[in-house]
């Protein structure tokens, strides 16, 4: 789980999918935020960075957009 202002973090075994997957909860955000933290999600060298606002980003190793986007169900929000 991430509050508002966490910074840059790395998450170096998040699992996508599948019966185990991990589940990642951002902080106040909508369906649309969503879209919009996918649809712009940068992939380099294997990993993809998750913008989240001008301050906190995600960093998920060994995960690519596309699978970011087959899974969406993988992002809860919390207010």
């Not at 910074?7 to 185990?20: A, E, K, L, N, Y």
């Not at 649309?32 to 913008?51: K, Q, S």
Request: proline fraction near 5%; aromatic fraction near 8%.
């Amino acid at each position: 789980m991430f509050s508002p202002g966490f910074g840059h973090d790395t998450i170096p075994d998040f699992h996508v999918g599948g019966r185990h997957h991990d589940t990642m909860v951002l902080p106040n955000a909508d369906i649309g935020h969503l879209a919009r933290i996918i649809g712009n999600a940068y992939e380099a060298y294997g990993d993809t960075t998750l913008h989240i606002n001008h301050q906190d980003s995600i960093t998920l190793q060994g995960v690519s957009v596309a699978e970011l986007r087959a899974h969406p169900h993988d992002f809860r929000f919390h207010g």
